[in-house]
T-cell receptor
Framework: NAGVTQTPKFQVLKTGQSMTLQCAQD?????MSWYRQDPGMGLRLIHY???????DQGEVPNGYNVSRSTTEDFPLRLLSAAPSQTSVYFC???????????FGPGTRLTVL | KNQVEQSPQSLIILEGKNCTLQ??????????LRWYKQDTGRGPVSLTI?????NTKSNGRYTATLDADTKQSSLHITASQLSDSASYIC???????????FGTGTRLKVLA
């Protein structure tokens, strides 16, 4: 199993550009989520999904969109990048509420 | 407000020594508490998961304790190794929700 994979590993954008961060898991997990990690702060939930076709907002959803067309994939879209979105982004999946979360390796995004 | 606080923020110990990291939370109603290890530049990896009824859980040299009455948890690392150098994150979830509350972590450095 590859576990949770994320692409790209690094990305530099200019303000106003859009892009999609990819996340995929091969463990047949229903629950997937996106977090951002900023210095001095805990991971903050952006969006999450409890199954294909079902998504919901987390703590910091503004400026981001998600969709879940398949169990395996959960892409995160930045609509119009802003410097405040410079961060490290982690995707995670789990089999349910009681299961441990498996995190991807992260995407380091810089917005100039 | 649901919060998770960890102490100390950072810790330096010599190889072979033991150490204990603390986590206090105000998440309610409590579902489970997790400890993660995050190496620099990588995603968090689960160490332990404890529910309300569990007081202690071990994973090799890592032992987590939970006092649900005082809403405190600790992570004890025995006979530390250089590879234990990482950030350790406490995460608490409330019953019936997929929203996990992350602490800011304790950064541990083990010196030879």
């Amino acid at each position: 199993n590859a576990g949770v994979t994320q692409t790209p590993k690094f990305q530099v954008l200019k303000t106003g550009q859009s892009m999609t961060l990819q996340c995929a898991q091969d463990m047949n997990h229903e629950y997937m989520s996106w977090y951002r990690q900023d210095p001095g702060m805990g991971l903050r939930l952006i969006h999450y999904s409890v199954g294909a076709g079902i998504t919901d907002q987390g703590e910091v959803p503004n400026g981001y969109n998600v969709s879940r067309s398949t169990t395996e994939d959960f892409p995160l879209r930045l609509l119009s990048a802003a410097p405040s979105q410079t961060s490290v982004y982690f995707c995670a999946s789990s089999s349910g509420l009681a299961g441990g979360q498996y995190f991807g390796p992260g995407t380091r995004l810089t917005v100039l | 407000k649901n919060q998770v606080e960890q102490s100390p923020q950072s810790l330096i110990i010599l190889e072979g020594k033991n150490c204990t990291l603390q986590c206090n939370y105000t998440v309610s109603p409590f579902s489970n508490l997790r400890w993660y290890k995050q190496d620099t530049g990588r995603g968090p990896v689960s160490l332990t998961i404890m529910t309300f009824s569990e007081n202690t859980k071990s994973n090799g040299r890592y032992t987590a304790t939970l006092d649900a009455d005082t809403k405190q948890s600790s992570l004890h690392i025995t006979a530390s190794q250089l590879s234990d150098s990482a950030s350790y994150i406490c995460v608490v979830s409330a019953t019936g929700t997929y929203k996990y509350i992350f602490g800011t972590g304790t950064r541990l450095k083990v010196l030879a």
